[in-house]
């Protein structure tokens, strides 16, 4: 079965630094979302992208957030200055329709000191 | 706004042994309901979904009934197996045209000893 592919698997910043995690969808895919799962709580919906553009976003996915297509083929989101608590793990998904399956990555732990 | 509540964690069953994760849910009017599971080292997967009142899920041996009147979408298996050893997730999509978020609960991770 196709994957959605995550990279990297973990990644550690200090705070104030800017960090970029990298997501492949599936390739024929048309909607790519951004998902976080901080310790010990619910996973959260953070953004959703079509057609080049955020189509939706949740009250978390504030100035400091970005999310990118950069070349066709990769989804990224963007943290420009990490805070502690944006430490958690950060699942990208795609699908095909608004209202169709989503494929999930395996997640990126990022951890801020 | 929307919320998922399942059964606190983590659940410890023997192989052949029944399991029921409970999930309820708020929400406004009509959710889709879901359950995904993750293996170690993977991602979330659909499991089994469900639209509308009174559709009954089903995969893999796991069921699940959409139930309106108690706003619950309970996970069902017969007789788990040790394969089955995961983190399970119950989510709800609003009932909005277009809705593109899912609503997660916390996840219950479900350990089966042989």
């Known amino acids: 079965e196709p994957e959605v592919t995550q990279t990297p698997s973990h990644q550690v910043t200090q705070m104030g630094q800017e960090v970029i995690l990298r997501c492949v969808p599936i390739s024929n895919h048309l909607y790519f979302y951004w998902y976080r799962q901080i310790l010990g709580q619910k996973v959260e919906f953070l953004v959703s992208f079509y057609n080049n553009e955020i189509s939706e976003k949740s009250e978390i996915f504030d100035d400091q957030f970005s999310v990118e297509r950069p070349d066709g083929s990769n989804f990224t989101l963007k943290i420009r200055s990490t805070k502690l608590e944006d430490s958690a793990m950060y699942f990208c998904a795609s699908s095909q329709g608004y209202n169709e399956k989503l494929f999930f990555g395996s997640g990126t732990q990022l951890s801020v000191l | 706004g929307d919320s998922v509540t399942q059964m606190e964690g983590p659940v410890t069953l023997s192989e052949e042994a029944f399991l029921t994760i409970n999930c309820t849910y708020t929400?406004?009017?009509?959710?889709?309901l879901f359950w995904y599971v993750q293996y170690p080292g993977e991602g979330l997967q659909l499991l089994l979904k469900a639209t509308k009142a009174d559709d009954k899920g089903s995969n893999k041996g796991f069921e699940a009934t959409y139930r309106k009147e108690t706003t619950s979408f309970h996970l069902e298996k017969g007789s788990v197996q040790v394969s089955d050893s995961a983190v399970y997730f119950c989510a709800l999509r609003p009932f909005i045209q277009g809705a593109q978020k899912l609503v997660f609960g916390q996840g219950t991770r479900l350990t089966i000893n042989p």
């Open positions: 929400a406004t009017g009509y959710p889709s």
